[in-house]
């Protein structure tokens, strides 16, 4: 199935083959909030993270389920500490994240 994904090593996103069936994927059916987990799929020897709602899948580099073993929790994790295009955009500008200058105390 033809999908677009956030793939945070180039910064943007992309659109991939990916199939998605039970022999790759797991499901959390639990969910109820815009930002947890809902799928983990294994692509390629990498990981797409997918939160419940509308937003695109996080492609995580040289991960798969079974090094997160299979956790929601740890999927998360990861999701949370790929770096977004947005953020990656205004450090390479020579601004923080908080929008100011980098290296200002305040």
């Given amino acids: 199935m033809e999908m677009t994904v956030y793939n945070p090593q180039k910064g943007r996103l992309e659109t991939i083959d990916a199939v998605i069936a039970k022999e790759n994927t797991t499901w959390f059916d639990h969910c109820m909030q815009g930002h ?21 899948p996080v492609r995580i580099y040289d991960t798969s389920r079974a090094d997160i073993g299979f956790d929601q929790k740890k999927a998360e994790e990861l999701k949370n500490d790929t770096p977004r295009a947005s953020e990656r955009d205004r450090k390479s500008a020579g601004r923080s994240t908080t929008g100011r200058p980098t290296g200002s105390s305040g």
Avoid: H, P, Q
């Fill in 36 to 56: 947890e987990i809902y799928m983990i799929t294994d692509f390629e020897g990498d990981l797409l993270v997918r939160e419940f709602g509308c937003a695109f």
